[in-house]
């Protein structure tokens, strides 16, 4: 089975920046898109950012785009989602998933596509 591990979350000021990142372990032969979601306090979880198998391909939610960025890195079997411009509502676990699909738009930012799921790391934003 695969394994997700997630790190990097912790405290930051508004307008900064952090950099979470994920690896993976076990059958990552069989990992394709990998993606990043988010669940605020009392809210449900949410699509963030997603990647294809080679990192050619991206996408990212509307309120992250142009802030985040997920790259990937085969070799460490790890993604990541370098976060800039940070705001007080990006305050919310972020979990890691992988898919065992390729990468399509639309496809890669439903819950529904990945089949592994990190434990989740916390990123608080503080004014």
């Known amino acids: 089975q695969v394994h997700l591990v997630e790190s990097g979350g912790g405290l930051a000021q508004a307008g900064g920046s952090l950099r979470l990142s994920c690896t993976a372990s076990g059958r990552t032969g069989d990992i394709y898109a990998m993606g990043w979601f988010s669940q605020g306090p009392g809210k449900e979880r949410e699509f963030v950012a997603s990647?294809?198998?080679?990192?050619?391909?991206?996408n990212y939610a509307d309120p992250v785009r142009g802030r985040f960025t997920i790259s990937r890195d085969s070799a460490k079997n790890t993604i990541y989602l370098q976060m800039n411009s940070l705001k007080l509502e990006d305050t919310a676990v972020y979990y890691c998933?992988?898919?065992?699909?390729?990468?399509?738009?639309?496809?890669?930012?439903?819950?529904?596509?990945?089949?592994?799921w990190g434990q989740g790391t916390q990123v608080t934003v503080s004014s």
């Open positions: 990647i294809s198998r080679s990192g050619q391909s991206t």
């Open positions: 998933a992988a898919s065992p699909l390729t990468f399509s738009t639309i496809i890669s930012s439903r819950e529904t596509a990945y089949n592994t």
